[in-house]
């Protein structure tokens, strides 16, 4: 059974400060890997989607990379602001039948501080 | 953009009432998924569905039930709500495939709605 580990599960920074959320997942037999922003009492933003056979995405400050032999995912946040202070969740899908199926992690709590 | 929006944002029910759930896809998504999320718990996938008419069970389909009648639409019903169904529900949709003419680098990729909070008293 797939399972899929946040750490850290909260992490607090001062703004303008580059950082890294780490993503581990058990099986590495992934179709692919998205990571989403989640705003408090809202629902789920997506940031970026990895294939299985891609390394990384980047979108304006944020860069996703995909290491799918060792299980892990690392989203990079460059400069951070204030506006970036949420949770940020991985969540990977499996190949095979059931790629539509994601298995979520628990989330990491970013706070930027002004 | 693609646009999925859900019925109410906050919703207050009592034990036993029958309580349905909207979601409304607007990409035409073939797949539609109903979560739930729980503090400790994170997300849980309660039902899919692939097709019109076509439904599979989630991890944790009991006391829940589906409809869709329509591709756009994406019904969760609690038959006869119970308290430990207090949760923030959340609705997603996605592709069934890569179509030729999308870009293959979004394959597979979930879009979720704004959620819906539930209380059971």
């Known amino acids: 059974k797939q399972e899929v580990t946040q750490i850290p599960a909260a992490l607090s920074v001062p703004e303008g400060e580059n950082l890294v959320l780490n993503c581990s997942f058990t099986?590495?037999?992934?179709?692919?890997l998205q990571w989403f922003r989640q705003d408090p009492g809202k629902g789920l933003t997506s940031l970026l989607l990895?294939?299985?056979?891609?390394r990384e995405q980047t979108s304006g400050r944020l860069n996703a990379s995909l290491d799918k032999s060792s299980g892990r995912s690392t989203l990079y946040i460059a400069a951070s602001q204030p506006g970036d202070s949420a949770t940020y969740l991985c969540?990977?899908?499996?190949?095979?039948?059931?790629?539509?199926?994601?298995?979520f992690g628990k989330g990491t709590l970013l706070t930027v501080n002004p | 953009d693609v646009k999925v929006t859900q019925s109410s944002r906050y919703l207050v029910k009592r034990t036993g009432e029958k309580v349905f759930l909207e979601c409304v896809q607007d990409?035409?998504?073939?797949?539609m998924f109903w979560y739930r999320q729980d503090p400790g718990l994170g997300l849980r996938l309660i039902y899919f569905s692939y097709d019109v008419k076509m439904k599979e069970k989630g991890d944790i389909p009991e006391g829940y039930s589906v409809s869709r009648e329509k591709k756009e639409r994406f019904s969760l019903i609690l038959e006869s709500a119970s308290t430990n169904q207090t949760s923030m529900y959340l609705c997603?949709?996605?592709?069934?495939?890569?179509?030729?003419?999308?870009?293959?680098?979004?394959?597979?990729?979930?879009?979720f709605g704004p959620g819906t909070r539930l209380t059971v008293l």
């Open positions: 969540a990977v899908s499996l190949s095979g039948g059931s790629n539509y199926k994601l298995t």
């Open positions: 099986d590495s037999a992934i179709y692919n």
């Open positions: 990409m035409d998504h073939e797949n």
């Open positions: 990895i294939q299985s056979s891609q």
């Open positions: 997603a949709s996605s592709l069934y495939y890569w179509v030729r003419d999308k870009s293959f680098l979004r394959d597979n990729e979930q879009f």
